[in-house]
């Protein structure tokens, strides 16, 4: 588990599945993109299979932006897969950028190009 602070100055926590912590009084919310992470805090699943794209595109560009919003507001959002690192690391890519290229739909997500 890792905080990033993003270049606008936006703190998202990074997390794999064995960084779960069912307790967390600091965490906010969490936007997770595997299953495995049968979340009971406030939480939103994004169906994005390992080593794929996600099913639906622009359903997950929502909630990463709302993700994202709620960041930038101070909320501790926590992002979450399998390992942490290939979909948590493309969510967080996507988060720092966002403030600069107005949303993240023009990242082309469903194409897989950043």
Known sequence: MTDVTLPDGTV????SIVDRREHDPTRSFGLY???QWRPS???EMIDWPDFGLPVDPDKAADQIEAAYARARQG??????????IGRT???LRLHGRSRRHAG???R?????VL
């Open 104 to 106: 993240i739909r023009g």
């Open 108 to 112: 082309r997500l469903g194409a897989g």
């Open 12 to 15: 998202i926590r990074a997390s």
């Open 75 to 84: 909320e501790l959002v926590e992002v979450g897969c399998v390992g942490g």
């Open 89 to 91: 690391g493309t969510v």
């Open 33 to 35: 993109m595997d299953h």
């Open 41 to 43: 805090w406030p939480a």
